[in-house]
């Protein structure tokens, strides 16, 4: 049986892969580390989130792909493919990261623009002259 665990994370347009292996705590997005990869310490942070909860910051090396939407939907993607990742490994973690609500699919999405508005619901602007 093989240590490395896949895991698949999906927010707003974007789809996560991840694969966690145990190891030094190296976090590679992309080719890139996850710091170099994500500008925003707020979207470090919220990949890092998982790992954190079950304090394995240092435990486990994690290899991630994200396609699809922009920085956001990639960072919650790939918190979501982390965290599927790591109750696969041990499932003592499945309580810790699901009352964390790391393995909880964020279901909002973008609302479609409709016709005769601006935006979604933004109307023109009303001219009354």
Known sequence: MSTTKYGTGRRKTSIARVWVKPGTGKVIIKGKPV?????????????????????GLTKYDVEATAQGG?????????????????????????????????????SRMVERKKYGRKKARRSFQFSKR
């Open 35 to 55: 710091r170099e990869y994500f500008e925003r310490s707020l979207h470090v942070d919220q990949v890092l989130a998982p790992l954190s909860a079950i304090s």
């Open 70 to 106: 922009g920085k956001t939907g990639q960072a919650g993607a790939i918190r979501m493919g982390i965290a599927r990742a790591l109750a696969q490994i041990d499932e003592s973690m499945h309580t810790t990261l699901s009352k964390g609500g790391f393995l909880t699919r964020d």
